[in-house]
């Protein structure tokens, strides 16, 4: 866990998989379907002639015989760049929606650890990554709600402390509605603290090892 950093969300780890969020599959399929639609663009306008002209008799076998040399040359030349065409678009588009995919799973990791009460997880996004703009404005927000969370642990303290003062001079010797009503209290300020206590502002310290305790004695 980086300390300097307050608790950095999922450290620095590798991601290996190479789809991490629905949104990339998306992506892919509107990419080959928009390649799709160029193809039949491309068939309709460009090969559908030429293979008209084959086919119909009423064209001098000279001009269908130079109609299949440019069909023929058509194939051999354009359909493989169309293809390394096609995949170096599809790469490019995989590269670019991973740099949006992995901030987004490790947007949705970061939610699930602060609705567990985790605030001193931060996320970290790696150099190269997009929405770092916005990785920056969660901080900010987690920055300041942790900030709101101390002040309120400051606070319940003080309440606490405050209670226990009032609580010392007065109790056994009022009448028992008196003493019912502190208790009353007492048990509200322990429900606050507890909820208070479901947040956590630190990193939890890993437990010491005893045979390494052991050693170093």
Known sequence: MDKKNGGVMTGRFKRRQLFVHPIQYWFVVTTLMYFACTLVVLYGVVVLPMVQSLDDPSVPWQERAQAATQFLDFNARVWPWILVT????LLHSLYFMHRIAGPLYRFKALFHTIGAGNLYQRAKLREHDYLQREAGDLNAMLDQLEQKIESLNVH??????????VARLIQGRSPSPVNATLQTLEEEVRQFRASLDEFRLRAPQPPLDPSATMKAA
């Open 86 to 89: 096609f995949l170096g678009l």
């Open 156 to 165: 319940c303290a003080n309440v606490t402390n405050a209670y226990e003062d």
